[in-house]
């Protein structure tokens, strides 16, 4: 009998201890998917022994939907983009990080420091920063692609070629721009304008994908497609004989930033992680990675030289970039209608 | 039954006699928590208030039934007109699972009837060979799909190759493709069963068909497909009811430009719309119409058994 207990006790301290050990090791990432080489987080295993898990999302709607229902409290660190920061902090889910946290604060660049979602970085730090417009095959098309008629009124030869992100804030952002109105208009008439030029555009588009979109570009299943910058370089560099357009009348800007979740299981670890992120040397391999633009100072002797010269990282003089608003209920509530009126 | 128990060591059913219920506990536990609570959850989330952003408040509303049935406009002011958008959807889900049911019937039957009638021997292999792809992620196969039926994929390099067709079959993107999708993702659905009961068929009968002057298709109509019949309808609802529901078909192969109910409901819970009562409501719709197709095929079931 004795021995029996004996015997339970060490099976439960072991037990005990190792859990104890393998959550003082961890750290669990919710991640937008490709954007993060696999060798930079095992270097982050390699130099601190904690184990990275990762989950991926395709948009920043479906990262919030899904820590909503219930992912809070499981993952340490997400990476929204710059209008997701502002609803997650409104929503309460960020953790605060106490001045002198991050040992690495001060590689931040000065214009990414004191933003307006983030206001003196309380919650976040830059990951990624880039654009958002959209692709058009040169061997389909040679006209002028600078316009966002491409996506909303296309030519004949491009109508039911195109690929749309299914990423709601970008589609009505570039909608909204390429009807001059403002983002989350009150205006009926405006709304009911945006609902009817979408409800038209859509005839023209043969798809909604994300995670494909660069995909389909190489393989030639769409001629033009809406996408990311650096996704979209890579779809150049990947063979297809696509370039990248600046609309006249604007296109998105944003910064993806990575967010300290509030419940986070492992805190120190998610710190660990921010400041691992903001060494230069770190961040570069990101930007090598994904081809979009760091928030850190110091990168340029780590970065690929192609990445200086890349069309998708340098828009012509004068190019207009936006930033995504966000919008209050009653707006909202209009948009998620246009939205289901479009997809459905 | 209950002499068979008997012979491993004294133990019969009457010894558990007592306990039935008590033995009973654990299934009825899984179904209450695997099966009941989820679908209740649903339930209750249907009634409840949309929180901004996704999320429920705990207020009970009809809201999101009203926005299923009825049209209030794109301001939610006006006067409330027959909302088709959702029946449209509703409408769509059910032709293209219905096709895909088809497709798979056409095709499974054969291979299933092709099977059961190979040597004892081999049969096993040929369904072992049936299950092969499946078992692969259903995610990736669908992806596979979308490279096969490309028009720049293999599908049409070698129609274009034989000589069939000198410019590629748009296919992609299409209802087509995604009733290609839903047929090819729940194949082994209509092949199993179907086999099954056709392994069970005493092929005697159709020589005695035969012999009493029956061509080969009035064999097959009225002996052995009576015969096999409860094996066509387990295949037919084992295809029918999760195309119905499905989303990953119609986001990947029809380009997510259609909504079916699988991808609606999806929409709701983790897209950009954020509705979880109005995805709970379609989840309950779709649950009632599925539940309603089922009674009337058990209904009409029963009526053939007894004529029969």
Redesign the interface.
């Known amino acids: 009998m004795k021995n029996w207990i004996t015997t339970t006790a060490t099976a439960l301290a072991i037990a005990l201890g190792a859990s104890v050990a393998s959550a003082e090791e961890e750290l669990v990432v919710y991640h937008w998917f490709e954007y993060i080489p696999q060798e930079l987080l095992d270097k982050f295993t390699a130099e601190t022994g904690i184990k990275v898990t990762m989950d991926t999302y395709d948009?920043n709607?479906?990262m919030?939907?899904?820590l909503?229902?219930g992912g809070m409290g499981t993952y340490d660190v997400a990476v929204p983009g710059d209008y997701m920061v502002k609803?997650m902090t409104n929503?309460g889910m960020l953790d605060t990080i106490a001045e002198g946290e991050l040992k690495n604060k001060g590689n931040i660049m000065e214009q990414w420091l004191d933003v307006p979602f983030d206001p003196g970085r309380k919650h976040s730090i830059p990951y990624q920063w880039g654009s958002t417009s959209f692709m058009v095959n040169r061997d389909v098309y040679k006209g002028d692609i600078n316009t966002l008629a491409i996506l909303f009124d296309p030519p004949a030869e491009l109508s039911g070629k195109i690929?749309m992100l299914?990423?709601?804030?970008e589609v009505m952002l570039l909608a909204s721009l390429y009807l001059g109105i403002p983002q989350c208009s009150t205006d009926?008439a405006q709304?009911?304008a945006l609902?009817d030029m979408l409800l038209k555009a859509?005839q023209h588009?043969?798809?909604?994908?994300s995670d494909?979109a660069k995909e389909v570009l190489v393989?030639?299943?769409v001629a033009v497609g809406m996408i990311w910058n650096g996704f979209g370089a890579k779809a150049r560099e990947e063979g297809a004989n696509v370039e990248y357009a600046y609309p006249r009348e604007g296109f998105n800007v944003w910064m993806d930033n990575v967010v300290l979740l509030k419940d986070a299981p492992h805190r120190a670890n998610a710190l660990k992680f921010m400041d691992f992120l903001l060494e230069p040397e770190n961040m570069a391999a990101v930007t090598n990675y994904a081809r979009y633009a760091a928030g850190v100072k110091g990168v340029e002797p780590y970065l690929d030289p192609v990445l200086a010269t890349m069309p998708e990282q340098n828009p012509p003089e004068g190019a207009k970039g936006v930033f995504i608003e966000v919008c209050d209920?009653a707006v909202?509530?209009?948009y998620?209608?246009?939205?289901?009126?479009v997809?459905? | 039954m209950a002499g068979g128990g008997g012979t491993g060591g004294g133990v019969s059913a009457s010894t558990y006699a007592g306990l039935r219920y008590w033995l009973l506990l654990p299934s009825w536990l899984v179904l209450g928590f695997i099966v009941l609570a989820p679908v209740g959850v649903m339930l209750i989330y249907s009634f409840l208030t949309k929180e901004f952003r996704g999320g429920v408040i705990w207020e009970f509303t009809l809201d999101a039934y009203d926005q299923f049935f009825f049209d209030r406009g794109l301001f939610g002011d006006e006067p409330p007109k027959i909302e088709w958008t959702y029946i449209l959807i509703f409408w769509r889900s059910i032709w293209q699972a219905g096709a895909a049911t088809l497709l798979a019937l056409v095709i499974g039957f054969p291979t299933a009837y092709f099977i059961a009638t190979r040597p004892e021997r081999v049969r096993p292999i040929w369904v072992f060979l049936i299950t092969i792809p499946y078992w692969v992620n259903l995610l990736i196969r669908t992806v596979s799909m979308k490279f096969l039926l490309r028009d720049q994929g293999p599908l049409n390099d070698f129609l274009i190759w034989t000589g069939l067709i000198d410019t590629p079959i748009h296919v992609i993107n299409t209802d087509v493709a995604v009733q290609i999708g839903l047929f090819y993702s729940y194949l082994p659905f209509m092949v199993l069963p179907i086999y099954a009961a056709v392994e069970r068929y005493d092929f005697a009968l159709s020589e005695a068909a035969a012999d009493l002057y029956a061509t080969k298709w009035v064999a097959l109509r009225r002996v052995l497909l009576p015969s096999v019949r409860p094996g066509v309808i387990a295949g037919c609802i084992l295809v029918y009811v999760p195309s119905l529901g499905a989303f990953l078909a119609p986001d990947l192969l029809g380009g997510a430009k259609n909504f079916m109910i699988g991808s609606l409901i999806e929409e709701q819970f983790k897209g950009n719309a954020g509705n979880w009562p109005f995805g709970a409501a379609a989840s309950m719709i779709l649950l009632t119409m599925v539940m309603i197709i089922l009674l009337l095929f058990a209904r009409q079931q029963a009526r053939a058994e007894r004529e029969g």
Not at chain 1, 166 to 169: I, R, T, V
């Open positions: 948009s709607e479906a919030l939907a899904s909503k229902a609803i929503e690929n299914d990423s709601q804030g009926r709304l009911k609902n859509k588009w043969a798809s909604f994908n494909t393989s030639g299943d209920e909202q509530k209009v998620d209608q246009i939205w289901t009126n997809k459905k």
